[in-house]
């Protein structure tokens, strides 16, 4: 079993960034896919960002220059840094995470991807 624990989230106002991170303990692995997603209200969750066991690393566009996805296998962390953040980026981020190594690129922001999932955190931005 995993267990992901997301922090960082917070109220910022329009143009100014914040650090998300997620924590894996149990069994994860360095070699595991993790990612970021995000849910606002009303809306589908959406994934954000990926990194697979691999290394290789994928944004979704709407945030693409914005935001950069990165871990710590040493401290078996995932980091989610926001910068420039927009009002249309308030919404509850979560961490997932999955054992599989390697996935196409189609499956990277695909929530029904992973296994594992965080609680969330919340991300408000105000204009």
């Known amino acids: 079993q995993v267990q992901l624990v997301e922090s960082g989230g917070g109220s910022v106002q329009d143009g100014g960034s914040l650090r998300l991170s997620c924590e894996a303990s149990?069994?994860?692995?360095?070699?595991?896919?993790m990612a970021w997603f995000r849910q606002a209200p009303g809306k589908e969750r959406e994934g954000v960002a990926a990194?697979?066991?691999?290394?290789?690393?994928t944004y979704a566009d709407s945030i693409l220059g914005r935001f950069t996805i990165s871990r710590d296998i040493a401290k078996n962390t995932l980091y989610l840094q926001m910068n420039t953040l927009k009002a249309e980026d308030s919404a509850n981020y979560y961490c997932a995470a999955d054992p599989t190594v390697y996935f196409l690129t189609s499956k990277r922001l695909d929530s029904a991807t992973y296994k594992y999932w965080g609680q969330g955190t919340q991300v408000t931005v105000s204009s």
């Open positions: 149990g069994n994860a692995g360095s070699r595991y896919s």
């Open positions: 990194i697979t066991g691999a290394g290789i690393i």
